[in-house]
């Protein structure tokens, strides 16, 4: 009883800026009077080339406060998942009316209601949809919520999911702190959604004839989450008057390097495989720091996590959203070999770690 994944998609703010020209403008208007050589050496060391946000960068300075942020949050966010949702059932030649379950995760704003009941209502979902809204997990969501996906959908082998994650790291930067924490976010940190549309194993074969533009729908085969003692601090937002204020411990690296390589070695054991039956790898990219850490100990080379490093470069770190866009990459770009095992691997506050092992069908669909 098996989860397949039918498609993925990401949707992206039209805003797009060179990483050098917000730099110029967090130094010139966000966070005034905050060192510029730090700054710089921290937004150049950041493996970004570009980065999308919510809204135009002039917009920032009018968003007086968290309320005016959020109500921001709450208006795009609604809108770019939507826009992921509806593209990503497209493309497993879906209607919103088969959604039976959506799994919503954000950790840049509060909605309430959630947004997957704002995008439910949006799109057309259906009034009896099961709607199951992850929040406070930041990184480590997009691949806790494809887990999730597979959680409902093994016991509803005659089910369709749809994972939605979206953030707006951008409208949580705060304008008086300056602190590392909010200088090394400032630099890494972008915006966007992503979606991944699922089906139980009954649905899924009755799907198998259905023409879709999809060349790879891998299957769901396992998830492990992992918990890290005495690591609250490591990463996450303390909610303030302010806003959320960012927790980032310069110690990230060190804890991938202590516990992700025995956490993947004990997961892949447990299902007849070792670290090299692993033929591709769905990482998120925490930075470049992380991916170098992540690279050391799952002893991989950076082209192992080529397509992770581009969309660091080419989109940032968009926190839960990143992995989906990693996924939705190499499905296109680099499609695994028919039969080959992937592995998702991100990491978040808690701190803790979510593994996802997944398999190519053996003959692309």
Not at 203 to 231: C, G, M, W
Not at 267 to 293: C, M, N, Q, S
Request: aromatic residues 4%.
């Amino acid at each position: 009883m098996t989860v397949q994944i039918l498609s993925s998609r990401g949707a992206l703010p039209p805003h797009r800026y060179p990483q050098q020209h917000i730099t110029d403008t967090f130094l010139e208007s966000m966070v005034p009077g905050t060192d510029e050589r730090l700054v710089r050496r921290f937004h150049g060391n950041a493996g970004v080339a570009y980065r999308h946000t919510a809204v135009p960068l002039e917009e920032y300075a009018g968003l007086a406060d968290f309320g005016a942020a959020n109500d921001t949050f709450i208006r795009v966010a609604v809108e770019l998942g939507s826009q992921a949702v509806l593209d990503a059932l497209k493309a497993a030649g879906l209607e919103p009316s088969d959604v039976d379950v959506i799994i919503s995760a954000t950790v840049t704003g509060l909605a309430v209601p959630s947004l997957d009941a704002r995008i439910a209502a949006t799109i057309g979902l259906r009034p009896d949809v099961v709607r199951v809204p992850l929040v406070g997990l930041g990184c480590v969501a997009g691949a806790a919520g494809v887990a999730r996906l597979d959680d409902y959908l093994r016991g509803r082998p005659d089910a369709v999911g749809v994972l939605v994650a979206v953030e707006l790291c951008s409208l949580t930067l705060q304008r008086t702190d300056r602190s590392l924490p909010n200088l090394v976010a400032s630099g890494l940190f972008g915006d966007g959604a992503g979606a991944v549309v699922a089906a139980g194993t009954h649905r899924a074969a009755s799907l198998a004839d259905r023409i879709t533009r999809e060349p790879v729908q891998p299957r769901i085969l396992a998830t492990r989450s992992h918990l890290y003692p005495d690591s609250e601090r490591t990463m996450g937002f303390d909610v303030t008057s302010s806003g959320l204020r960012i927790v980032l411990d310069a110690a990230v690296p060190d804890v991938v390097r202590t516990y992700l390589g025995d956490d993947v070695d004990a997961f892949v054991a447990d299902h007849g495989l070792t670290r090299a039956d692993i033929g591709w790898y769905v990482a998120h990219p925490g930075g470049p720091k992380v991916l170098e850490a992540m690279q050391d100990t799952l002893g991989v080379s950076a082209d192992a996590l080529a397509v992770t490093w581009d969309s660091l470069s080419r989109v940032g770190n968009m926190s839960s959203v990143s992995v989906l866009h990693v996924l939705t990459d190499t499905l296109a770009d680099r499609p695994p070999e028919p039969g080959s095992y992937g592995l998702m691997i991100a990491m978040g506050p808690g701190f803790c770690s979510e593994l996802v092992l997944l398999q190519a069908p053996e003959i692309a669909a």
